[in-house]
């Protein structure tokens, strides 16, 4: 029931629309007892979202936006516009850094998202890892991505513990390898390798592997 700024007629809100149009109420002078004796002057609609059925799967996207990161930023901030369309999915994007920020009410615009983001500083993964697993609320219908290089500035043995944990509980994550400029891999492949071995696939990934990959998921013939 809130409101929505797309104006079109089936979300069109008829009762509060009279409402907020009652102080345009006047009375007409009837000529006969068929003639109306009120009319009422509309100069403002009002509009309602459709109820929407809940989302099969979450979709919590994790991007690094450390300094090292800022080719791979338009690959998140797209992607992130793209989830965020989609009816079957409840998308969140999360930034990281060696903070977290919660850009999931922007996330269907991409442009507001990268002038949202912040550049620079260290790389905190297990911190965003954490706060995604805090958003689970159904493991085995959620997906976790972390678009990162990987180059976790704290104790790599903590980044390790967050995955498996959320590994372990049925979640299925999935790790996007940073590109450079000419579409090359870059991160850190020793932290990679032992994430692959915890159950987490990391990969370089164009935008249409990645949707392939999550859809595959979302229609249980993933393995």
């Not at 989302?55 to 690094?64: F, P, Q, S, Y």
């Not at 930034?95 to 002038?115: C, G, Q, Y």
């Not at 903590?158 to 944990?165: A, G």
């Amino acid at each position: 029931n809130r409101r929505t700024r797309l104006k079109v007629a089936q979300n069109l809100d008829p009762w509060a629309t009279v409402r907020a149009n009652l102080k345009n109420v006047r009375k007409l002078e009837r000529k006969s007892a068929d003639d109306p004796e009120f009319e009422l002057g509309i100069d403002k609609l009002i509009f309602k979202a459709r109820k929407r059925r809940r989302a099969d799967w979450r979709v919590i996207m994790l991007v690094d936006q450390s300094g090292s990161m800022a080719d791979s930023i338009v690959y998140g901030a797209v992607m992130g516009a793209i989830f965020a369309s989609l009816p079957e999915v409840d998308f969140r994007l999360v930034a990281f850094d060696t903070s977290v920020v919660d850009l999931t009410e922007i996330a269907a615009d991409p442009v507001e998202v990268l002038f949202s983001v912040q550049l620079g500083g260290g790389t905190d993964i297990q911190k965003a890892v954490g706060y995604a697993a805090g958003l689970v609320e159904r493991p085995r219908n959620t997906l976790v991505v972390v678009l990162s290089d990987f180059m976790e500035g704290g104790p790599e043995e903590h980044l390790y513990t967050r995955v498996k944990e959320l590994v372990d509980s049925g979640v299925k994550v999935l790790g996007l390898a940073a590109l450079g400029m000419d579409g090359t891999p870059e991160y850190d492949k020793k932290v990679a390798q032992h994430l692959v071995a915890l159950g987490m696939p990391v990969a370089a990934m164009t935008p249409l592997k990645l949707a392939e990959w999550i859809a595959q998921h979302i229609r249980g013939g993933a393995q």
